[in-house]
Nanobody
């Protein structure tokens, strides 16, 4: 069993930066590809970013990111981080951390993720 807890959400202004962290517990994180997703009220989840387990594999991002977000992982600390810069009101959503077991190169499909955190609210105000 894997537990994921997202930290770092909150209220920021347009243009600000925010850093989300996901703390993984229960099993060894390094065997999972990890990802961040977000969900607008009343809509399905949207892929934000993913990072694999294989050294040298490049992270992958949703098209809307456009170089503003960076995903990273620290397997020694069992954490995955999403650094978000140049935030816009369109980034307002609940952000979820997720783990995809058995995948080494990241995962872009929601169905590939088996474990999910409870989500953290990010609100960007103008």
């Amino acid at each position: 069993q894997v537990q994921l807890v997202e930290l770092g959400g909150g209220l920021v202004q347009v243009g600000d930066s925010l850093r989300l962290s996901c703390v993984v517990s229960g099993e060894v994180q390094k065997i999972y590809s990890m990802g961040w997703w977000r969900q607008y009220a009343g809509q399905k989840r949207e892929f934000v970013a993913t990072i694999g387990t294989t050294v040298g594999t490049s992270p992958d991002y949703g098209d809307f990111v456009k170089g503003r977000f960076t995903i990273s992982r620290d397997d020694d600390k069992n954490t995955v981080t999403l650094q978000m810069n140049s935030l816009t009101t369109g980034d307002t959503a609940v952000y979820y951390c997720a783990a995809a077991p058995g995948l080494r190169f990241g995962a872009r499909l929601e169905s590939q993720y088996y474990y999910w955190g409870q989500g953290t609210q990010v609100t960007v105000s103008s």
